[in-house]
């Protein structure tokens, strides 16, 4: 079995160029999300959720070079969260039109939480799609969105994101 290794750690000095927000502007929605690396050195997330112009979403992706994954079996992620629930998100292939999902809640605190391949669900537009839990073999995007069906403020710290 592979070594664990880590995807992304967050420090003042990190390139977060290949991170990038996707809000449900895309859809016409009105949600705001921004991602930069905060005086801690942290990863923050941070950004309003709206339902008007039926928006609900914000995001945030990093896409990279293909990574095989299939000797690997969870994504490990040390976080600090506002209490509110966000979908962790991952894709084989960079052009999937779905991506597999798991949601994870905060609790306000630094927080060290597992999400196992095997639990995540492929999923489009919030619809689960008759296929097979993520088969774990690569990766190619890492994402956090946020769409609860609330309007609602959101902010998220990430200090690391390793796969064991």
């Known amino acids: 079995m592979s070594e664990p290794f880590?995807?992304?750690?967050?420090?003042?000095e990190c390139n977060i160029q290949n991170w990038s927000v996707v809000n449900d502007g895309v859809m016409g929605g009105l949600s705001k999300g921004n991602f930069s690396v905060n005086d801690k050195?942290?990863?923050?997330?941070?950004?309003?959720?709206?339902l008007e112009n039926n928006g609900g979403f914000s995001s945030v992706r990093c896409n990279f070079e293909s990574k095989l994954v299939h000797s690997l079996k969870k994504i490990t992620l040390r976080l600090k969260g506002d209490g509110k629930q966000y979908q962790i998100r991952v894709k084989t292939r960079i052009s999937d039109y779905y991506s597999y999902i798991a949601y994870i809640k905060t609790n306000g605190e630094w927080q060290t939480l597992e999400v196992l391949f095997s639990e995540m669900i492929p999923s489009f537009r919030g619809?689960?799609?008759?296929?097979?839990?993520y088969p774990g073999e690569y990766m190619e995007q890492f994402a956090i969105l946020i769409g609860n069906k609330k309007n609602e403020d959101f902010e998220l710290s990430l200090d690391q994101i390793e796969l064991e």
């Open 41 to 50: 050195g942290d990863g923050f997330f941070t950004g309003n959720v709206s």
């Open 127 to 133: 619809n689960k799609l008759d296929l097979p839990n």
């Open 6 to 12: 880590v995807l992304f750690n967050f420090s003042k």
